[in-house]
C-alpha cells in the first residue's frame, strides 16, 4: 500500500488507516497477537502531562512494590525494552569478564539471539543438549568444570528457560534442585521468564514459588508475548541488589527515557490478575490445539503441551498446506516438526479452523501418496 502524508491531514489519514487485515490468525508466535485493552488504557492513562524521565517517576516506584508482592520484600526489578536485552544485561550483571553461561542447546540466548549474548554481552554461552529443553544437575556438570584453568572461560552461571523453548514447564522442585546444585559450586542461577506466566498458569502456583522461593537469582521477566506492546524487565530477587545495574543498563541501551510507558504497562499486566488470565487463555487454547491435532492420524506431538506451544510431526508436504491458510514456523525441517503458538487472543474458533486444515491438508497428502 503507498501512502503519501504531506500535511497534518493526512497524518490523522494514515493513522485511521488499517494497514493490516484484523481478521487475519497465525500460530506462528505469541509476539503476532496486539496488545491487551487493558494494556493500552494504562498507557492511556499514563500520557498526560509531564512526568520525570528515566524512572524517576511515580509509575516506575509503584511497579516496585507490585514486584515485591508478587516476588517478595527484596526483588528489585529494572524496567528495559525487549527480552534479549532482559537476557543480557542479566547475565552480564551476574558475570565477571571471564565468566560463562551454561545453558540448554536450545535456550532462546543460545539460538534466537543473533549472537547478542556473546557480542554485546561479550558472554560466553556453553550449551549442553537436552531433549525437552530441560537442563538437570546432571546435564549441568556436562560443562560446570575448569574452575582455576586459565584456559578456559570461568562457568559461573547457569540460565534456564521457563517455560522452556520446547514449551515444557519445570516444577518448583526442579528448580530448586538446579538452584541448590549451582550455589553449591559457588554457581548463579539466571531464569529467562518470556513466559513465566504460562509456567504459572501450568504449575497453578504463584510466580514466587518457582523463582524466589525456588533459589533463582535473578530473573528475566517477560511481559510481550503476554499482552504489552513492550517491555521487560529484569528482577533481582536476592538480599542484595547488583549496584552496577542502572549503569549496564544505560550501556546497553535498554534505559527508556520516557519509563512510564514501560512501568505501567507491567503494574496493568501484574495488577488484578490480568497476567494469569491471559497465560491462561492461551494455555487452554493450546491444549485444545494439542487435543485436536492428536486426535489425527498422521500426525504426533513430540513435546507434552504444558503452556502455549504445540511442537508436532506432520507428513511430508502438509505443512505447506496448512500455510495457505496460517502461518507458522518449522522447528526441525529435517524431521517435518512445526511449532504452533496460542496468544493470549487466540480463540476456540481459532483453534478448531487450524485443526481442521491440518486434517485437511494430511488428508489430501495421505491421497496424493496413494496416487
Same mark, same amino acid.
Given at each position: 500500500m503507498?501512502?503519501?502524508?504531506d500535511?497534518k491531514? #493526512?497524518?490523522?489519514? &494514515? !493513522?485511521?488507516?488499517?494497514?493490516? %487485515?484484523?481478521?487475519?490468525?497465525?500460530?506462528?508466535? +505469541?509476539?503476532? @497477537?496486539?496488545?491487551?485493552?487493558e494494556?493500552?488504557?494504562?498507557?492511556?492513562?499514563?500520557?498526560?502531562?509531564?512526568?520525570?524521565?528515566?524512572?524517576?517517576?511515580?509509575y516506575?516506584a509503584a511497579l516496585?512494590?507490585?514486584?515485591?508482592?508478587?516476588?517478595?520484600?527484596?526483588a528489585?526489578?529494572?524496567?528495559v525494552?525487549?527480552?534479549?536485552?532482559?537476557?543480557?544485561?542479566?547475565?552480564?550483571?551476574?558475570l565477571?569478564?571471564?565468566?560463562?553461561?551454561?545453558c540448554?542447546?536450545?535456550?532462546?540466548?543460545?539460538?534466537?539471539?543473533?549472537g547478542?549474548?556473546?557480542?554485546? #554481552?561479550?558472554?560466553? &554461552? !556453553?550449551?549442553?543438549?537436552?531433549? %525437552?529443553?530441560k537442563?538437570?544437575?546432571?546435564?549441568? +556438570?556436562?560443562? @560446570?568444570?575448569?574452575?582455576?584453568?586459565?584456559?578456559?572461560?570461568?562457568?559461573?552461571?547457569?540460565?534456564?528457560?521457563?517455560?522452556?523453548?520446547?514449551g515444557?514447564?519445570?516444577?518448583?522442585?526442579?528448580?530448586?534442585?538446579?538452584?541448590?546444585?549451582?550455589h553449591?559450586?559457588g554457581?548463579?542461577?539466571h531464569?529467562?521468564?518470556?513466559r513465566?506466566?504460562?509456567?504459572?498458569?501450568?504449575?497453578?502456583?504463584?510466580l514466587?514459588?518457582?523463582?524466589?522461593?525456588?533459589?533463582?537469582?535473578?530473573?528475566?521477566f517477560?511481559?510481550?508475548?503476554?499482552?504489552?506492546?513492550?517491555?521487560?524487565?529484569?528482577?533481582? !530477587?536476592?538480599?542484595?541488589?547488583?549496584p552496577?545495574?542502572?549503569?549496564l543498563?544505560?550501556?546497553?541501551?535498554?534505559?527508556a527515557?520516557?519509563?512510564?510507558?514501560v512501568?505501567?504497562?507491567?503494574?496493568?499486566?501484574?495488577t488484578?490478575?490480568?497476567?494469569?488470565?491471559?497465560?491462561?487463555?492461551?494455555?487452554?487454547?493450546?491444549?485444545?490445539?494439542?487435543?485436536?491435532?492428536?486426535?489425527?492420524?498422521?500426525?504426533?506431538l513430540?513435546?507434552?503441551?504444558?503452556?502455549?506451544?504445540?511442537?508436532?510431526?506432520?507428513?511430508?508436504?502438509?505443512?505447506?498446506?496448512?500455510?495457505?491458510?496460517?502461518?507458522?514456523?518449522?522447528?526441525?525441517?529435517?524431521?517435518?516438526?512445526v511449532?504452533?503458538?496460542?496468544?493470549?487472543?487466540?480463540?476456540?474458533?481459532?483453534?478448531?479452523?487450524?485443526?481442521?486444515?491440518?486434517?485437511a491438508?494430511?488428508?489430501?497428502?495421505?491421497?496424493?501418496?496413494?496416487?
Amino acid at each position: 500500500m503507498s501512502v503519501s502524508v504531506d500535511s497534518k491531514a #493526512g497524518v490523522r489519514q &494514515l !493513522l485511521s488507516t488499517r494497514l493490516h %487485515d484484523p481478521t487475519y490468525r497465525g500460530f506462528a508466535s +505469541d509476539n503476532y @497477537a496486539g496488545a491487551h485493552p487493558e494494556i493500552i488504557e494504562a498507557v492511556q492513562a499514563a500520557n498526560e502531562g509531564h512526568v520525570t524521565a528515566y524512572g524517576e517517576d511515580a509509575y516506575t516506584a509503584a511497579l516496585q512494590e507490585v514486584i515485591k508482592s508478587h516476588f517478595g520484600a527484596a526483588a528489585t526489578a529494572y524496567p528495559v525494552f525487549n527480552g534479549t536485552g532482559a537476557n543480557v544485561l542479566s547475565l552480564q550483571a551476574l558475570l565477571p569478564r571471564w565468566g560463562a553461561v551454561i545453558c540448554a542447546a536450545t535456550a532462546h540466548i543460545n539460538t534466537d539471539e543473533n549472537g547478542a549474548p556473546e557480542r554485546i #554481552g561479550g558472554i560466553k &554461552l !556453553l550449551p549442553v543438549p537436552t531433549p %525437552d529443553g530441560k537442563l538437570t544437575p546432571e546435564l549441568i +556438570d556436562a560443562e @560446570a568444570w575448569g574452575w582455576g584453568d586459565e584456559h578456559r572461560a570461568q562457568p559461573l552461571v547457569v540460565s534456564i528457560t521457563q517455560t522452556t523453548e520446547l514449551g515444557t514447564c519445570y516444577t518448583p522442585h526442579e528448580i530448586r534442585r538446579i538452584a541448590e546444585h549451582v550455589h553449591a559450586k559457588g554457581m548463579k542461577l539466571h531464569l529467562d521468564g518470556a513466559r513465566l506466566a504460562n509456567a504459572a498458569a501450568h504449575l497453578g502456583l504463584p510466580l514466587r514459588a518457582f523463582t524466589t522461593d525456588a533459589g533463582v537469582d535473578v530473573l528475566s521477566f517477560g511481559g510481550t508475548k503476554n499482552g504489552l506492546l513492550f517491555g521487560e524487565a529484569v528482577i533481582w !530477587l536476592g538480599s542484595q541488589s547488583d549496584p552496577g545495574m542502572s549503569y549496564l543498563r544505560k550501556m546497553n541501551m535498554q534505559l527508556a527515557s520516557k519509563m512510564r510507558f514501560v512501568s505501567a504497562q507491567l503494574i496493568a499486566l501484574l495488577t488484578d490478575g490480568l497476567w494469569l488470565r491471559s497465560a491462561s487463555q492461551s494455555n487452554d487454547m493450546a491444549q485444545r490445539l494439542s487435543e485436536g491435532i492428536s486426535a489425527i492420524n498422521g500426525v504426533s506431538l513430540t513435546q507434552p503441551t504444558q503452556s502455549n506451544g504445540v511442537f508436532a510431526v506432520l507428513p511430508s508436504g502438509a505443512a505447506a498446506k496448512v500455510r495457505e491458510s496460517f502461518r507458522f514456523y518449522d522447528w526441525d525441517q529435517a524431521r517435518g516438526e512445526v511449532r504452533w503458538m496460542c496468544s493470549w487472543d487466540t480463540t476456540e474458533t481459532d483453534v478448531h479452523s487450524l485443526v481442521a486444515a491440518v486434517k485437511a491438508a494430511v488428508g489430501s497428502t495421505a491421497n496424493e501418496h496413494l496416487n
